[in-house]
C-alpha cells in the first residue's frame, strides 16, 4: 500500500508540473499567434490583385505584422517633420469637431499620450493605497496631477491621482483621487508591480525573490 501510495502521489506531482510547463508556454504561443493573425488582417484593405497570396501563389504568415511595424515606423517619420506635423493637426481638428467621436478620440489620444511617450514620469511611481475601503491595501500607480479646479474643490490638503488596476487583468482598473497622506509609498518598479499584481501575488519583486532564496540556502 505504501509504494502504491508513493506512485500514486509522484504521478500527480509529474502531471502537475508538466501543467505548468506547458500552460505559460501555449499561452505565449496562443499571444504570438493572434497578434500575427490580426496584423495579417490588414492586408485584407489592399485590393485583391496586390496581396501576397495572389502574387506570391501562397499565404506567408507574419507578413501583415511586418507591414503593420512598417507603416507605424513610417507614420513615426512623417509625424516628426513640419508638414507631418500641420497635417495631424488638422486630422485633429477635423475630429475634435464630430459630436460624440471628438470625445471618444479626445480620450484615446490623450490617455495614449500619458502611457507611451518618455516624458511620463508620474506614472512610473507605485504605491500602496487603502482600496476599496479602509483597511485593505491594494498597489496602485500614480496617474499624473489633478486639475486646479478639482484640487480646489478638495480642499487643502494635498490629493493624489491614482490608478488602482484590477487582478490579474490590469488593463482594466478603477480611477480614484487619494489623499498623499493616506498612501505608502513602495521601493518597486512598474514591472515588479505589474507582475505581482497578474501573477495574484504569487511571483514576487525580484529583489525580495532572491532574499527568499538567500535565506532558504542559508539555512
Do not use: C
Not at 514576487?204 to 540556502?217: G, I, L, R
Amino acid at each position: 500500500m505504501g509504494i502504491s501510495e508513493k506512485k500514486r502521489f509522484n504521478i500527480k506531482k509529474y502531471l502537475l508540473t508538466g501543467v505548468l510547463i506547458w500552460l505559460p508556454i501555449i499561452a505565449g504561443v496562443w499571444t504570438i499567434d493572434y497578434i500575427v493573425s490580426a496584423s495579417d488582417g490588414l492586408l485584407h484593405l489592399l485590393p485583391v490583385r496586390w496581396r501576397p497570396e495572389e502574387l506570391l501563389g501562397h499565404k506567408i504568415p507574419g507578413l501583415g505584422l511586418i507591414a503593420a511595424l512598417v507603416i507605424l515606423l513610417l507614420t513615426g517619420l512623417f509625424a516628426g517633420n513640419f508638414v507631418g506635423r500641420k497635417i495631424i493637426e488638422m486630422w485633429d481638428n477635423f475630429f475634435g469637431h464630430i459630436p460624440v467621436v471628438k470625445t471618444v478620440y479626445t480620450s484615446v489620444k490623450k490617455v495614449s499620450e500619458s502611457l507611451l511617450s518618455d516624458s511620463r514620469q508620474s506614472f512610473k511611481t507605485p504605491l500602496l493605497v487603502q482600496f476599496p475601503h479602509q483597511g485593505v491595501w491594494s498597489l496602485a500607480f500614480v496617474s499624473g496631477s489633478l486639475p486646479a479646479e478639482i484640487a480646489t474643490a478638495l480642499g487643502d490638503e494635498e490629493y493624489l491621482s491614482v490608478y488602482v488596476p484590477t487582478t490579474p487583468n490590469p488593463t482594466g482598473g478603477y480611477y480614484i483621487m487619494v489623499k498623499k497622506s493616506d498612501t505608502r509609498a513602495v521601493d518597486l518598479s512598474v514591472d515588479e508591480a505589474l507582475k505581482y499584481i497578474i501573477s495574484l501575488g504569487m511571483v514576487m519583486p525580484d529583489m525580495q525573490a532572491a532574499s527568499n532564496k538567500d535565506k532558504t540556502v542559508s539555512q
